[in-house]
C-alpha cells in the first residue's frame, strides 16, 4: 500500500503561481511512477502531468504544457507540482497519484493509489 497526501492547493489570482506537493508513505516511493490529475465541477477526471519513477521521463497535457513542472524527490518520498502563469480553467481538485512503472502516465487506469486531493482556484 502506498498512502498519498496532497498539499499547497489554495486561491491564486490568474498569472500567479501555485505549488502542489505529494507526500507517500508506505511502500517505497521510488518504486513508483507517479501522476497528477485534475476534476473541475461537473467534468471528468483529466491527464495533467507525470513522471517516471527516476524522474527521467515526464509527460503533460498540452493545456499545462511550458507552464506546469512535474519534479520528485525520492529521498524526501515526495512529489511536486509546480504551476505557473495559472489560469481560471486550471481550477480544479487536484489529485497525486501512483502507479506500477508499466503503461503510459497520461492512463488514468494504471495509477492504483490515490490522495484525498487539494482545491485549486484561480480566480479572474
Known amino acids: 500500500q502506498v498512502q498519498l497526501v496532497e498539499s499547497g492547493g489554495g486561491l491564486v489570482q490568474a498569472g500567479g503561481s501555485l505549488r502542489l506537493s505529494c507526500a507517500a508513505s508506505?511502500?517505497?516511493?521510488?518504486?513508483?511512477?507517479m501522476g497528477w490529475f485534475r476534476q473541475a465541477p461537473g467534468k471528468e477526471r483529466e491527464f495533467v502531468a507525470g513522471?517516471?519513477?527516476?524522474?527521467?521521463?515526464?509527460y503533460y497535457a498540452d493545456s499545462v504544457k511550458g507552464r506546469f513542472t512535474i519534479s520528485r524527490d525520492n529521498a524526501k518520498n515526495t512529489g511536486y507540482l509546480q504551476m505557473n502563469s495559472l489560469k481560471p480553467e486550471d481550477t480544479a481538485v487536484y489529485y497525486c497519484?501512483?502507479?506500477?512503472?508499466?503503461?503510459?502516465?497520461?492512463?488514468?487506469?494504471?495509477?492504483?493509489?490515490w490522495g484525498q486531493g487539494t482545491q485549486v482556484t484561480v480566480s479572474s
Open positions: 508506505g511502500r517505497t516511493f521510488s518504486n513508483y511512477d
Open positions: 513522471i517516471g519513477w527516476s524522474g527521467g521521463v515526464t
Open positions: 497519484a501512483a502507479g506500477a512503472p508499466m503503461g503510459s502516465l497520461r492512463d488514468l487506469r494504471k495509477y492504483g493509489y
